[in-house]
């Protein structure tokens, strides 16, 4: 036997429909589709960490797990693999061994902005302002990490196009801290007052924007003014 991992999939709860496009998010159960995934004992490894999937959401073509936030992944690439431990011996003296493991799956974690708030500063030349940003983010940046924050303006005065800003995390806010962080903070400058969506990129993972009752983007959106 030989579990073989042929794509991934996601769902927000158990009551989501599944989707193969949608982002990936803390929380989100992940699926594994492909074959001869069932086995006594088998488990799912995302890096380091070994995942213990319950016994009713394993089937030969298809295995699901929950991503916990306790896990602490980063945002951004892992690769998932199913391990089936082989068992030889009769208990008390039965030992496990790794047994078989199946291919490397890849998929990307995105960041999701949690809430958000803006203090703006003078216009310095009468079309232009400076704000300060403040994002929650989940999962936390650890250090190292690079983080880039995304506006996108929205509903422009007539005859104005939408313009787009990027600014980065200052390395200086890990300063003298070796743990993750939660709150980001930016300093924009030279920005058109506005709305904006927001979106934040980790290690080039991208937070998602969502849909209305329209069905065009309009969150998490912000107004700086």
Same mark, same amino acid.
Request: charged share 20%.
């Given at each position: ?19 193969e496009?949608?982002?990936i ?35 030969e ?18 690769g ?6 082989? /068992?030889? !011996?009769?208990?008390?003296?039965e030992?496990?061994?790794? +047994? $078989?493991? *199946?291919? %490397?799956?890849a ?32 999962p ?17 005065d ?11 995390l ?16 930016f300093?924009?400058?030279?920005? /058109?007052? !506005?709305?904006?969506l ?5 290690? +080039? $993972?991208? *937070?998602? %924007? ?12 912000m107004?700086?003014?």
């Open positions: 036997r030989s579990p073989t991992i042929q794509k991934i999939v996601s769902q927000r709860s158990e009551s989501d429909p599944i989707s496009n949608r982002s998010l803390v929380n989100d159960f992940l699926i594994l589709k492909g074959n001869q995934l069932k086995s006594p004992g088998v488990l799912v490894k995302i890096g380091d960490l070994e995942i213990i999937p319950d016994e009713t959401d394993v089937r073509n298809q295995l699901r797990f929950q991503l916990l936030e306790t896990y602490v992944l980063k945002a951004g690439i892992h998932v693999q199913v391990i089936q431990p082989l /068992r030889v !011996g009769i208990l008390p003296e030992r496990e061994f790794k +047994g $078989a493991s *199946s291919n %490397l799956q998929f990307v974690l995105s960041p999701e902005i949690l809430n958000s708030g803006v203090t703006t500063g003078v216009i310095s030349d009468g079309n232009h302002i400076s704000a300060d940003i403040e994002i929650e983010v989940r936390h940046v650890h250090p190292g990490q690079r983080v880039v924050l995304l506006l996108n303006q929205i509903d422009p007539s005859g104005t196009d939408p313009v787009s800003y990027s600014f980065p200052s390395a200086s806010i890990f300063e003298g801290a070796d743990d993750p962080i939660g709150i980001l903070y300093e924009a400058n030279r920005i /058109r007052p !506005g709305s904006y927001l979106r934040i990129q980790v290690d +080039g $993972a991208v *937070s998602p %924007l969502f849909t209305g009752t329209a069905r065009e983007f309009d969150s998490p959106q107004d700086i003014l």
